[in-house]
């Protein structure tokens, strides 16, 4: 009788290997000849060079930040991903659909001066300069999983504050019911959103009650440090028992809303990116399995919890 290799679960096929983005990959190939030209063409007329180094020196600011003190609410079951590791495998579709390019592309971002408003159904809609908000609000260190819908995991420490000290300072209305934050749009900097056919600026939601859960994160650091570009500098979302495609890079927008927003994961194919993202490993993907993750760095591979362990804290939003 032949001998059938069956492949064990965790076994990733060649098909379930592809990114988050396969669909939107095979577009990008077809226009691909049309983003390599202007890309080189912004490259080669050498509009805003890239800084030399990943960490520039710390402003008079962020001295008095770092180290935070660490919340010792959020521990961990797991070691840390190293540092170098977190920061050389990202997804950051603005400037590459390859994680391992994204680093250097994301110099390209233009860090300063950054602001991000915050409006819509709010008492005190406010437009707040980044450096602003670093002197305002109390920073801490929490130790978070990270889990994304790709099967591939990782554990960092964030630096930063609950997104309900910020959202408690503009006084939301009791008409809002839902959060949609925006990334920057800056096709000349970004050239992933030379992409026009695509939904950008990237967007991303919460229902309120997620958003003023003590668990919904902004991260200005990562590492004890602040976050390098390639990570969602200056400031991004942490949602850590959702699939990392909700935990939006880069915000310079957060809305009070009455509706469910669209997202932009949601509208490249709503059938593989949902609204809720609850990491699930009882609720397949149509591309990766979604009991299992893998942890970058080690390989160490693990079964996925529901909630990404975070049911304790966050299952009673939805009734469990
Ligand atoms: N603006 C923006 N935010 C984003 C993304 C993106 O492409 N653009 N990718 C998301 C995905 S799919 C993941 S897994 C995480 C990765 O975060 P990290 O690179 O800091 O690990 O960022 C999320 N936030
Ligand atoms: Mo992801």
Not at 58 to 71: G, M
Not at 90 to 101: I, M, Q, V
Not at 170 to 177: D, F, I, L, Q
Request: with cysteine.
């Amino acid at each position: 009788m032949a001998h059938i290799r069956i492949p064990r679960p965790w076994e990733i096929s060649e098909r379930e290997a592809t990114p988050e983005s396969a669909f939107m990959t095979r577009r990008r190939f077809l226009a691909g000849s049309l983003l390599a030209t202007v890309a080189t063409a912004g490259l080669v007329s050498g509009c805003s060079p890239p800084p030399a180094n990943d960490a520039p020196p710390l402003s008079d600011i962020e001295k008095k930040i770092y180290p935070a003190p660490r919340n010792n609410a959020y521990s961990l079951d797991r070691d840390l991903t190293d540092e170098a590791v977190a920061a050389g495998y990202n997804n950051f579709y603005e400037f590459s659909d390859a994680k391992e390019d994204v680093r250097t592309l994301a110099r390209r971002l233009i860090q300063r001066p950054w602001a991000v408003e915050i409006s819509g159904l709010v008492g005190k809609p406010r437009t707040f300069d980044i450096d602003d908000l670093l002197k305002t609000l109390p920073m801490e260190e929490r130790l978070y999983r990270l889990r994304c819908v790709e099967a591939w995991s990782m554990a960092v420490p964030w630096t930063g504050f609950p997104l309900r000290a910020l959202l408690e300072k503009v006084e939301p209305g009791s008409r809002a019911t839902h959060v949609r934050m925006t990334t920057f749009y800056r096709p000349f900097q970004a050239f992933g959103q030379l992409a026009f056919w695509e939904p950008w600026p990237y967007t991303e939601g919460l229902t309120l009650p997620e958003a003023m859960n003590e668990l919904t994160f902004m991260a200005v650091g990562v590492y004890g440090h602040p976050l390098p570009a390639q990570h969602g500098a200056p400031i991004r979302l942490v949602v850590p028992w959702k699939y990392g495609y909700k935990s939006i890079k880069s915000v310079v927008k957060i809305e009070l809303i009455d509706h469910a927003p669209s997202t932009f994961w949601n509208t490249v194919d709503p059938l593989e990116y949902d609204f809720t993202a609850n990491v699930d490993p009882k609720v397949p993907h149509p591309r990766w399995p979604q009991s299992r993750e893998k942890m970058i760095g080690t390989e160490q591979v693990r079964l996925t919890l529901p909630y990404n362990g975070y049911g304790r804290e966050v299952a009673h939003l939805y009734g469990g």
